[in-house]
């Protein structure tokens, strides 16, 4: 048996406790040993519960643990603690990644173990390990993702006739979106996202504060059904080009023609554009406890099978990029065509 510990027992960190005890037949067969939740940190005082992370980070039982607190504080510091102690940390945390996952990652490279970040971007969509792995060799020019399902699903209801302010608020209701959507709407979670997709694939630090970044606030109903005469939807997109370099998030107009085009409701879609392979498209849900879950519980697998040793992901040696372009939209259009 692998012992792990789950910092932060909400929708994700349940969902991990879940997964693990609903498919413990197929990780037991797929790691050869099952994996077993030895602690649950929170900060509730729930029964089987701990509060206190240094009964866990001093437990040499302990192997992994998978951080679903979000925020920076105190997940930074729990997450080194435990890297420190050679135990790897798999997280779902993108403002964590995006703000220390460099530092991070080399110290889990100093301990001999593993900072594994699945969950951040695209939730249950394999994403980063695909890259990682499968696209190793690729140069990749371009990566354009719908990464936000919350913003997707306001766009999907709009062009259904809905107004924004109505798509929204079912949002809401159906628990897509926060009851303070700003990260969402206004672009910066996409942001996070796009700018951990480029640094992975470019060898460089893209910072979430480097990304020209604007969200869906300002579409209306009236964009949508111009796009659609044309042909196109609008999509919020976060677009990574080698060339500039840049990295945009922003309203798009997304032809038929792209398999982005037909990515509705809260899914999301990212296509990864490589010099051999040529396009990719990754479909699947971006959000959501058991899709988000699986992600964090497919590290742990990885992490188990690769116990005393560091997973090289490139974060380790990342230096920060030189320079961001902005690139301007079009004259007299309000928004850029994917493509052009
Ligand atoms: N939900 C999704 O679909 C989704 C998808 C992809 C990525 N993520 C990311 O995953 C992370 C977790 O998201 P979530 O939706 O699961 O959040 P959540 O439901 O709020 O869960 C976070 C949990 O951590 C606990 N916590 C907070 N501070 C703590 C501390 N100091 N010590 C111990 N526990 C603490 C919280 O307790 P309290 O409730 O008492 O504060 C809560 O139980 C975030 O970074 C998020 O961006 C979420």
């Given at each position: 048996?692998?012992?792990?510990?789950?910092?932060?027992?909400?929708?994700?960190?349940?969902?991990?406790?879940?997964?693990?005890?609903?498919?413990?037949?197929?990780?037991?067969?797929?790691?050869?040993?099952?994996?077993?939740?030895?602690?649950?940190?929170?900060?509730?005082?729930?029964?089987?519960?701990?509060?206190?992370?240094?009964?866990?980070?001093?437990?040499?039982?302990?192997?992994?643990?998978?951080?679903?607190?979000?925020?920076?504080?105190?997940?930074?510091?729990?997450?080194?603690?435990?890297?420190?102690?050679?135990?790897?940390?798999?997280?779902?945390?993108?403002?964590?990644?995006?703000?220390?996952?460099?530092?991070l990652?080399?110290?889990?490279?100093?301990?001999?173990?593993?900072?594994?970040?699945?969950?951040?971007?695209?939730?249950?969509?394999?994403?980063?390990?695909?890259?990682?792995?499968?696209?190793?060799?690729?140069?990749?020019?371009?990566?354009?993702?719908?990464?936000?399902?919350?913003?997707?699903?306001?766009?999907?209801?709009?062009?259904?006739?809905?107004?924004?302010?109505t798509?929204?608020?079912?949002?809401q209701?159906?628990?897509?979106?926060?009851r303070?959507?700003?990260?969402?709407?206004?672009?910066?979670?996409?942001?996070r996202?796009?700018?951990?997709?480029?640094?992975?694939?470019?060898?460089?630090?893209?910072s979430y504060?480097?990304?020209?970044?604007?969200?869906?606030?300002?579409?209306?109903q009236?964009?949508?059904?111009?796009?659609?005469?044309?042909?196109m939807?609008?999509?919020?997109?976060?677009?990574?080009?080698?060339?500039?370099?840049?990295?945009?998030?922003?309203?798009?107009?997304?032809?038929?023609?792209?398999?982005?085009?037909?990515?509705?409701?809260?899914?999301?879609?990212?296509?990864?554009?490589?010099?051999?392979?040529?396009?990719?498209m990754?479909?699947?849900?971006?959000?959501?406890?058991?899709?988000?879950?699986?992600?964090?519980?497919?590290?742990?697998?990885?992490c188990?099978?690769?116990?005393?040793?560091?997973?090289?992901?490139?974060?380790?040696?990342?230096?920060?990029?030189?320079?961001?372009?902005?690139?301007?939209?079009?004259?007299g259009?309000?928004?850029?065509?994917?493509?052009?």
């Open positions: 048996m692998i012992n792990i510990a789950i910092f932060g027992f909400g929708t994700v960190g349940s969902g991990v406790a879940d997964v693990i005890r609903n498919n413990q037949a197929e990780i037991t067969k797929t790691l050869g040993e099952g994996v077993n939740v030895k602690y649950i940190l929170d900060i509730r005082d729930i029964p089987g519960v701990v509060n206190d992370i240094n009964i866990i980070v001093n437990d040499p039982e302990v192997k992994i643990a998978c951080e679903t607190m979000g925020g920076k504080k105190p997940a930074y510091e729990y997450t080194k603690l435990a890297l420190e102690r050679g135990i790897s940390v798999c997280t779902s945390n993108k403002e964590l990644v995006d703000a220390h996952g460099v530092e990652s080399e110290i889990a490279r100093e301990h001999n173990c593993s900072y594994l970040f699945e969950a951040s971007v695209g939730g249950g969509i394999p994403l980063l390990r695909t890259i990682r792995e499968a696209f190793g060799h690729e140069r990749v020019s371009r990566i354009a993702g719908i990464l936000n399902g919350t913003c997707n699903y306001i766009l999907t209801n709009m062009k259904a006739g809905k107004d924004y302010a798509a929204l608020s079912e949002a209701a159906n628990g897509y979106a926060e303070n959507p700003a990260a969402d709407v206004e672009g910066h979670d996409t942001a996202k796009i700018a951990i997709l480029a640094s992975l694939v470019s060898g460089q630090k893209f504060e480097q990304v020209s970044c604007e969200g869906i606030t300002g579409v209306t009236k964009d949508i059904a111009d796009a659609e005469a044309d042909g939807a609008v999509k919020l997109l976060g677009v990574y080009e080698a060339e500039g370099p840049s990295v945009v998030v922003a309203p798009y107009l997304v032809p038929k023609s792209s398999p982005l085009y037909a990515v509705n409701d809260v899914f999301n879609g990212v296509m990864v554009t490589g010099n051999m392979v040529d396009d990719v990754f479909y699947g849900r971006g959000a959501g406890k058991n899709p988000t879950a699986s992600a964090v519980v497919s590290d742990v697998i990885e188990a099978k690769n116990q005393g040793r560091n997973i090289h992901t490139g974060f380790a040696d990342l230096k920060p990029v030189a320079s961001v372009n902005a690139p301007s939209k079009p004259a259009r309000k928004f850029r065509v994917l493509g052009e």
